[in-house]
């Protein structure tokens, strides 16, 4: 895969440093068979450093997952190698099945079929809670 | 308000009109004796608590009403597996009304997503139990005859104890109230009651050890008990559980209307001489958890269409 050049998929940009990895992993981008790259502490001017994440798919992303991981990030969409679209990323009212509650005394620890669902409680400080025990997301 | 999970569900116009409802039924029991004719509450307890199944199950009665008490995980549904969910769908086909207590956080919440009555958190682990902090609001009140303006100290477990944190936050939305905490430094009020309730309120309050120190000011003392099951190692429970006894010596600073509460039981953090003390009023708010519960009841049974 050359990473310059995709003629259909996806380019997740501007993602802060760091944050790179654990956007691969909640968006499940280790299943996918197709070329996936994931481009560590690019030089950027506007952020210092930031992570990109390429993927040679126009496969379906989960925005809320990239809205709470980084809601910085922007998506890009592209097709017969150009850019079709561009979205901006905003944090979501609500995440399900994203993360799981850490909290051992949780229902949703015994309950194996119940959603984990998580509320934005804090804009401000970005603080998710779990809409059961109201342990805070991180 | 279809159910009660958590006491900041409650508006503070909510929470007036039930004590307005308990100071009714305590003042004319009579009219209500047959509020509740055939309907059915049910006990629904996956964990031991005998206390305040009784008081739930005595206000269903006082209002004429009847209870179907299941207790005991073991012998239940839930030990052949069965979900909360499941369950919450079930007891709603033969009662009118459910009461849960369960060990894990968040249960009263799935099972008030899935009945289809009205639903009451009994107590959720170490999560919520607001029909305790109703019993604690109703005795401030028919003591204090108000809910603001006042300085009120919580003594003893403030790192794990529920009831105090929910009494923080029901507490915190009056104008004028202070707060003293105090406690020993492992069982100190965890961060983010202070920052999300307190500091974000600018309600004033200070961080104690010293009870005696801080007596005089007190208009309300709130005592809490160790709990053994909140901790993880013998030892550290051994040594804290004795922080705070309060005597009758320890009262002698007291202000003379000080009104002391305690959600019982007790182990031995109040010595059984302070009883006789005009200013003890715990087992005041026993009694008060039941009218509390009573109203309640109504209120959600009526909001229901049930009666
Ligand atoms: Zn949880």
Known sequence: MNIDSINNGIVIDHISAGNGMKLYELLGLAELDCSVAIIKNV???????????????????????????????????????????????????????????????????????????????????????????????? | MKSLIDILDLTTEE??????TAQDIIANPAKYAEACRGKKLATLFFEPSTRTRMSFEAAMYELGGNVISVTGAASSSAAKGESVADTAKTVSCYTDIIAIRHPKEGAAYVTAKNASVPVINAGDGGHCHPTQTLADLLTIYREKGRFSGLTIGVCGDLKFGRTVHSLINAMSRYEGNKFVLISPEELKVPSYVKKDVLQQKNIPYVQTTDLEAVMPELDILYMTRVQRERFFNEEDYLRLKDSYILTVDKLKNAKRDLAILHPLPRVNEISV??????????????????????????????EAGQI
């Open chain 1, 43 to 138: 030089v950027s001017q506007k952020m210092g450093k930031k992570d990109i994440i390429k993927v040679d798919a126009d496969i379906p992303v989960d925005l809320d997952v990239i809205g709470f991981v980084d809601p910085g990030a922007t998506i890009n969409i592209i097709r017969n190698g150009s850019l079709v679209e561009k979205r901006n990323i905003e944090m979501p009212e609500r995440l399900v099945n994203v993360i799981k509650c850490r909290n051992p005394r949780c229902i949703t620890s015994c309950e194996q079929e119940l959603d984990h669902v998580f509320k934005l409680t804090d804009r401000e400080h970005k603080v998710y809670r779990c809409i059961y025990c109201e342990t805070k997301a991180n």
């Open chain 2, 15 to 20: 929470l007036d009109e039930l004590i307005a």
């Open chain 2, 273 to 302: 001489a302070v009883d006789d003390d005009p200013r003890a009023c715990y087992f005041k708010q026993v009694l008060n958890g039941k009218y509390m519960r009573m109203a309640l009841i109504l209120k959600l049974l009526r």
